[in-house]
């Protein structure tokens, strides 16, 4: 997070910076080949600026850069006044001027992907300000080389009439606009969505949607995925055959909620989710994006929803032990599907000679209290594992890169990694090998125990029966486990690392909770079959959409805390 500051306060710097130097050097020296390369340069600190900062106004560079190459050409020519080159000039400053605000008017246009439908006016006003950098550099260019200023004066009509176009498009919206609603909104009526999938996060976030859509299309019912940040749109319109729409605004919101709508789900407990809870037609479901003992999972504005999808018992008793109020009919228990295609070992596996561990190491959090991070002490645990010739798989949060200490100290640990690898060529996995080009579930199948912290990847790792270790990294000490019931079926690494080799012998060679994590399992995950697991929640899910629904009911544990024999692997 600090180094995205970094980088955005840096682009800040060198945009202005450089845009002012280009007009001084342009203006008050005669060294006019270099203010036009100096404004070259700011040209692309614009562009680099625009990718970090997607939102930044740089109007005052823009007009700087632009008066510093008109003046740098019309010295070039040196042929007195030209209409030409003042025409560009006037045409020119009325882009700067425009784009802006024909960028903003645009990003307000509902877009939609997988939809028979073609909305190219958002698509090009967020292109106006790329196409604003390139016709100033080709207008640099041009007086670079002494052209003639009807070149420029072309070229800067062309993108002018574009502008134009566009604005023209964006005001018969705003003031016209269609009696039987956009485009948009007429494909969804014609596709008859019955749900909905409804997102709104910080980037990085999209895990949270693609880990539910399988799950969303094997409902059998046409839905469509509601977005309220475009950076999403891409992404997630890849990952599904439903159409994926783009609301950034209340009032585009209110074309794409369509009347086949019946249900709408979520998966985390963003801001934005309160501008849809208000469409009151709508049956609204939580499905959250993991379930762990973390904070956010016991959040009380789960209560705004009608139904909450739960994994387990556990999560309902997470609430109660928060001190969240939620009358009890509004939680659904329907396993957690994400882990139907996880391998269960019902026998333990103890004292392996070459175990493969995998350790998943958390973000920092917003707030020092959802701090569970375990890198600061990651690389004892690590040296500790190669030590006993584990093989590691190292999967780190994606959102580990925004706290850059955390970069650092997994930059190390994919170092000693790299290193034991070359010297004794065992596979350890990190990167983009164990985070992308693997799921959870792969990474899950491959090991033989798990190093975590308290995070939703224990949970999904409780389903395969196979040791972990959990890392308190707070500062509750012997109340640990009372705060977070999941360690107490793990072994519990302290945050001095004093236990380390312990827990590693308890993960590793004797394992003596082996039986104690059926009854957890159980708890967190519920005991439906194996072969029909996921059908769990998809049955709910289509029952959501039928006035006569019901609850299934998970059946109960045996009472000495081992497996009912009727799941199989």
Not at 24 to 41: E, S
Not at 90 to 111: C, F, K, T, W
Not at 532 to 556: G, I, K, N
Request: hydrophobic share 50%.
């Amino acid at each position: 997070m600090r180094g995205d500051l970094v980088r955005k306060l840096l682009a800040r710097v060198l945009t202005t910076g450089l845009a002012v130097l280009a007009f001084l050097v342009v203006a008050l020296t005669g060294a006019t080949g270099w203010g036009l390369a100096i404004a070259v340069a700011a040209l692309a600190a614009a562009a680099w600026e625009r990718r970090v900062r997607p939102t930044a106004d740089g109007l005052a560079e823009s007009v700087l850069v632009a008066a510093g190459i008109l003046v740098g050409y019309a010295r070039r020519l040196d042929a007195g006044f030209d209409p030409a080159l003042a025409a560009t000039a006037l045409v020119l400053l009325g882009l700067v001027l425009l784009v802006g605000p024909l960028r903003d008017a645009g990003a307000l246009e509902i877009r939609a992907a997988n939809l028979p439908v073609r909305s190219w006016t958002p698509l090009v006003t967020a292109r106006l300000g790329d196409a604003l950098l390139v016709l100033l550099a080709l207008v640099a260019l041009a007086a670079g080389l002494a052209l003639p200023a009807w070149v420029a004066l072309v070229a800067t009509l062309l993108v002018g009439a574009g502008c134009g176009a566009v604005g023209l498009d964006l005001a018969r919206r705003r003031f016209r606009p269609p009696a039987g609603g956009g485009p948009v909104g007429r494909a969804l009526r014609r596709h008859q969505p019955e749900f909905l999938l409804y997102f709104s996060a910080p980037p990085g976030s999209e895990y949270q949607v693609t880990m539910w859509l399988p799950y969303l299309e094997r409902i059998g019912r046409p839905f469509l995925v509601l977005l309220r940040e475009p950076e999403f749109l891409p992404t997630v319109a890849a990952a599904t055959r439903a159409p994926v729409v783009f609301c950034p605004t209340l009032k585009t919101m209110d074309e794409a909620l369509v009347p086949s709508l019946r249900a709408a789900f979520y998966v985390n407990h963003g801001a934005k989710n309160s501008h849809c809870i208000r469409f009151s037609q709508l049956t609204h479901v939580q499905l959250h994006h993991g379930d762990s003992d973390k904070a956010p999972s016991a959040n009380p504005v789960s209560a705004i929803f009608d139904k909450i999808f739960v994994a387990g018992q556990a999560a309902i008793e997470r609430y109660a032990r928060a001190g969240v109020d939620i009358p009890a009919e509004k939680f659904v228990v329907v396993g957690r599907p994400q882990v139907e295609a996880i391998e269960v070992r019902r026998e333990p596996a103890r004292g392996l000679a070459h175990p493969t561990v995998l350790y998943t190491p958390t973000w920092t959090g917003h707030h020092a209290d959802a701090n569970y991070c375990s890198l600061p002490v990651a690389e004892t645990v690590i040296r500790r594992l190669l030590d006993r010739g584990a093989t590691v798989i190292l999967r780190a949060h994606p959102y580990t890169a925004q706290n850059s200490a955390s970069a650092r100290q997994l930059a190390r640990l994919t170092e000693l990694l790299a290193a034991d690898r070359a010297k004794t060529g065992r596979q350890h996995l990190w990167g983009a090998a164990a985070g992308r080009e693997l799921t959870l579930t792969e990474c899950v199948n491959r090991a033989d125990a798990l190093v975590s912290d308290v995070s939703g990847v224990i949970s999904d790792w409780l389903y395969s029966g196979k040791p972990y270790a959990v890392t308190d990294m707070g500062v509750d000490g012997e109340h640990f486990v009372e705060r977070f019931p999941l360690a107490g079926s793990g072994y519990v690494l302290r945050r001095d690392v004093s236990n380390v080799d312990e827990v590693l012998t308890d993960l590793l060679d004797t394992d003596p909770k082996a039986a104690a994590r059926w009854a957890t399992r159980t708890r967190y995950l519920g005991d439906f079959p194996a072969e029909s697991y996921a059908e769990v929640f998809l049955d709910a899910a289509r029952r959501q959409l039928a006035p006569d629904w019901t609850a299934p009911t998970p059946r109960a544990a045996a009472q000495d805390g081992s497996p009912l024999p009727s799941p199989t692997a």
